[in-house]
């Protein structure tokens, strides 16, 4: 039977170099700076205009649906 010592050591997280780094992360362990400019930050606005638009009605599909299922629940016994 193995000792406690042989089991500890197979417990041991074994992870490659590769599966040490983290995402946002240079080969030599530092955290990558990004310096987002104004012109960035407009093109993403422009490009995710959709966005808002799409939650609005996705909010106001689940409202209808809700008062939908309050109705049946009064309505149906």
């Not at 966005?51 to 009605?57: G, N, S």
Request: proline share 4%; glycine share 6%.
């Amino acid at each position: 039977m193995a000792d406690r010592s042989d089991r500890d050591k197979d417990r041991q997280i074994r992870l490659s170099e590769a599966q040490m780094r983290q995402p946002g992360m240079r080969g030599d362990a530092r955290p990558v700076v990004s310096n987002a400019s104004a012109s960035e930050t407009s093109e993403l606005a422009e490009e995710y205009s959709y966005v808002a638009a799409d939650l609005k009605r996705i909010g106001g599909i689940a409202l209808i649906m809700l008062a939908g299922l309050v109705a049946l629940a009064l309505l149906l016994p």
